[in-house]
């Protein structure tokens, strides 16, 4: 025996993954950070704000906690709730300027200034990072430099404390060191992101332009089957047509050829309506008991499982053409047997079996040319993701397993037994023109 079988494959099924790491992802990530290690910065701040507010205005002294305690607590709640989140980090970085440059206006004795920094600065990189969260880069820089800059001036003043030119300095340096870093950071975290949203974006675009293209060639291998199934035979039929009942039967042929034209237009490779095994075995009888020729049913285990109507209208369509490549080309001789078989498999699925014993032919000295095998049959249930067998040689018949779905698994025992060696496989160009 010959095999003849199109390769199995075609548009696989999509994986499930996770999402990778989006833009919007890094955003939520660094606002919630900078809430988190503002709250331990403000709590670090608190002993030395307690012990510099005995020499503060009271009425400055509670504006300014209002202010910069009021702002870090509402920056914890926009990240969680994912709302304000940039107006929310904006007034924080604000309020740490308004209260740094009106500090000298909250010293109410510059005599007894502790020689501690004064309170605000230690959340100055808080403020830089909330600005860094919500203004662009350049803004950040820009707030960057000012912020140190304006701790720096306020901390030589006798009201700062009158600290020496060099430790000021010092002090200065370090906050734009600590808060470019935390720029850098969050900078090279939204470009890392951006380009993987790029990248992501241009794969589902590829992979969308991948479906309209397949989509497009499964919709040509369906009108071409067509054209060749209904079409083309409708026509040879009529040609062919001198008696009564013949002209019926081409009648007949031609108002089906138009209802298949009608749902090829009507139906979309995305459907989701299902069919029953039952209700698809249904159809290929009917369809049997149509063809001019008499063809054996054999049944198989039918049960209410149900498959794909795009599939189910391929396997049918694939049954019905070999069984009429089977009444073309298989013989005319009264002795030929012809049968066709549909079963379901223990681990869902169906196969259906078109056999005769007429006078065979060799799969692969078929014209390429010659569409009925190649595009009717095989072609069209590889794309429904089915698989074909074809088993033919001159002169011993011809058997055409269809299965669907493709998939080994789904067939441990090899197949689906309908009687095949009851009679010995043949079916000459008749299953497979």
Same mark, same amino acid.
């Given at each position: 025996?010959?095999?003849?079988?199109?390769?199995?494959?075609?548009?696989?099924?999509?994986?499930?993954?996770?999402?990778?790491?989006?833009?919007?992802?890094?955003?939520?990530?660094?606002?919630?950070?900078?809430?988190?290690?503002?709250?331990?910065?403000?709590?670090?701040?608190?002993?030395?704000?307690?012990?510099?507010?005995?020499?503060?205005?009271?009425?400055?002294?509670?504006?300014?906690?209002?202010?910069?305690?009021?702002?870090?607590?509402?920056?914890?709640?926009?990240?969680?709730?994912?709302?304000?989140?940039? &107006?929310?980090?904006?007034?924080? $970085? %604000? /309020? @740490?300027? *308004?209260?740094? =440059?009106?500090?000298?206006?909250? !010293? +109410?004795?510059?005599?007894?200034?502790?020689?501690?920094?004064?309170?605000?600065?230690?959340?100055?990189? &808080?403020?830089?990072?909330?600005? $860094? %969260? /919500? @203004?662009? *880069?350049?803004? =950040?820089?820009?707030?960057?430099? !000012? +912020?140190?800059?304006?701790?720096?001036?306020?901390?030589?003043?006798?009201?700062?404390?009158?600290?020496?030119?060099?430790?000021?300095?010092?002090? %200065?340096?370090?906050? *734009?060191?600590?808060?470019?870093?935390?720029?850098?950071?969050?900078?090279?975290?939204?470009?890392?992101?951006?380009?993987?949203?790029?990248?992501?974006?241009?794969?589902?675009?590829?992979?969308?332009?991948? %479906?309209?293209?397949?989509?497009?060639?499964?919709?040509?291998?369906?009108?071409?089957?067509?054209?060749?199934?209904?079409?083309?035979?409708?026509?040879?039929?009529?040609?062919?047509?001198?008696?009564?009942?013949?002209?019926?039967?081409?009648?007949?042929?031609?108002?089906?050829?138009?209802?298949?034209?009608?749902?090829?237009?009507?139906?979309?490779?995305?459907?989701?309506?299902?069919?029953?095994?039952?209700?698809?075995?249904?159809?290929?009888?009917?369809?049997?008991?149509?063809?001019?020729?008499?063809?054996?049913?054999?049944?198989?285990?039918?049960?209410?499982?149900?498959?794909?109507?795009?599939?189910?209208?391929?396997?049918?369509?694939?049954?019905?053409?070999?069984?009429?490549?089977?009444?073309?080309?298989?013989?005319?001789?009264?002795?030929?047997?012809?049968?066709?078989?549909?079963?379901?498999?223990?681990?869902?699925?169906?196969?259906?079996?078109?056999?005769?014993?007429?006078?065979?032919?060799?799969?692969?000295?078929?014209?390429?040319?010659?569409?009925?095998?190649?595009?009717?049959?095989?072609?069209?249930?590889?794309?429904?993701?089915?698989?074909?067998?074809?088993?033919?040689?001159?002169?011993?018949?011809?058997?055409?397993?269809?299965?669907?779905?493709?998939?080994?698994?789904?067939?441990?025992?090899?197949?689906?037994?309908?009687?095949?060696?009851?009679?010995?496989?043949?079916?000459?160009?008749?299953?497979?023109?």
């Amino acid at each position: 025996m010959v095999a003849s079988e199109l390769p199995r494959g075609g548009m696989g099924q999509p994986r499930s993954s996770r999402n990778p790491i989006s833009r919007r992802q890094i955003e939520t990530v660094i606002s919630r950070s900078t809430a988190v290690f503002g709250l331990v910065f403000g709590a670090q701040m608190l002993p030395v704000l307690l012990a510099q507010s005995s020499f503060m205005i009271p009425e400055w002294s509670v504006f300014a906690q209002v202010l910069l305690f009021g702002g870090l607590l509402l920056s914890v709640a926009a990240s969680i709730l994912k709302r304000w989140v940039l &107006v929310v980090n904006g007034f924080v $970085a %604000v /309020a @740490w300027f *308004v209260v740094m =440059a009106t500090w000298p206006m909250g !010293v +109410a004795d510059v005599t007894v200034v502790a020689e501690l920094r004064p309170w605000p600065w230690f959340i100055c990189t &808080v403020a830089t990072a909330a600005a $860094a %969260v /919500a @203004w662009p *880069v350049w803004a =950040a820089v820009v707030a960057l430099v !000012v +912020a140190p800059l304006t701790y720096g001036i306020v901390r030589v003043t006798p009201a700062g404390g009158a600290a020496p030119f060099d430790l000021a300095a010092y002090d %200065v340096i370090y906050a *734009v060191i600590l808060g470019g870093t935390v720029l850098i950071i969050i900078t090279m975290l939204r470009q890392a992101a951006a380009s993987v949203d790029l990248a992501q974006s241009a794969a589902i675009d590829r992979y969308s332009y991948a %479906v309209r293209q397949h989509a497009t060639e499964v919709e040509r291998v369906q009108v071409d089957a067509i054209v060749h199934d209904s079409v083309l035979t409708t026509l040879i039929s009529a040609a062919r047509s001198h008696a009564p009942e013949a002209e019926a039967l081409a009648a007949r042929m031609a108002s089906n050829a138009m209802g298949y034209l009608r749902d090829a237009a009507a139906s979309s490779p995305d459907d989701a309506t299902r069919v029953r095994v039952r209700d698809l075995a249904l159809r290929i009888r009917t369809a049997a008991d149509a063809l001019s020729v008499p063809f054996e049913h054999r049944p198989g285990d039918i049960s209410d499982w149900e498959l794909p109507s795009q599939a189910a209208e391929a396997v049918y369509s694939a049954a019905v053409q070999s069984m009429v490549n089977s009444t073309q080309h298989a013989g005319s001789d009264p002795g030929i047997a012809r049968w066709v078989g549909v079963r379901c498999a223990p681990g869902g699925g169906v196969v259906v079996v078109v056999g005769d014993t007429g006078t065979g032919f060799d799969p692969q000295a078929v014209p390429t040319a010659r569409i009925g095998l190649r595009i009717s049959i095989l072609e069209r249930v590889n794309n429904a993701g089915g698989h074909v067998d074809v088993d033919s040689q001159a002169g011993e018949g011809t058997v055409i397993t269809i299965r669907w779905p493709a998939a080994e698994s789904v067939w441990p025992d090899g197949g689906l037994d309908v009687g095949e060696s009851a009679v010995p496989v043949a079916t000459g160009e008749g299953v497979a023109s």
